[in-house]
């Protein structure tokens, strides 16, 4: 069997300091202006803020992903994938985690930015449930290009009173 059709085998773990190198080259690897070390390190004590990765069998960092929720409204902040494991089900994997937690905390919705280009991101968030609802004008450097805001919101069951 060929190596392209093989299932990348991972768990979810919160991120913690040790993954923070990892997650740091990830971040150069994947974005134009990265999150470092230090960055990552102080999301760690931010009460506002949830990064969970997906660590392979051989302790890999293969893939993460951070949520902030402020005021009942969920903002995701990256979604990142080493190349080598994209089409694999993992940022899937990990966006169904903030799905089921926004759900959970009847958030009132949850958003993100992705590049204009990106069409297979803007593919699974839209699966999601995800809409465009926005766009940021030059938002990305290297290269420069738009970010399409995309949102899911939750229907929040009404209170009795």
Not at 147 to 159: C, G, Q, S
Request: charged share 25%.
């Amino acid at each position: 069997m060929s190596d392209t059709f093989m299932a990348a085998s991972y768990r979810l773990v919160p991120m913690n300091l040790e993954l923070i190198p990892q997650v740091a080259e990830l971040e150069r690897q994947c974005f134009s202006k990265p999150w470092n070390e230090a960055m990552l390190t102080e999301e760690l004590s931010n009460p506002l803020a949830s990064f969970i990765v997906a660590q392979g069998d051989n302790q890999e960092v293969l893939g993460y992903a951070g949520l902030s929720v402020v005021a009942g409204e969920g903002y995701i902040d990256n979604v990142a994938v080493r190349q080598e494991y994209r089409r694999k089900g993992i940022a899937q994997a990990l966006l169904e985690v903030f799905l089921q937690f926004g759900a959970a905390k009847q958030l009132s919705f949850l958003t993100l930015e992705v590049r204009a280009s990106n069409d297979p991101a803007k593919q699974l968030y839209m699966k999601h449930g995800f809409e465009q609802v926005g766009r940021r004008k030059n938002y990305y450097d290297a290269p420069q290009e738009d970010a399409i805001i995309m949102t899911k919101m939750f229907k929040r069951e009404p209170t009795e009173g």
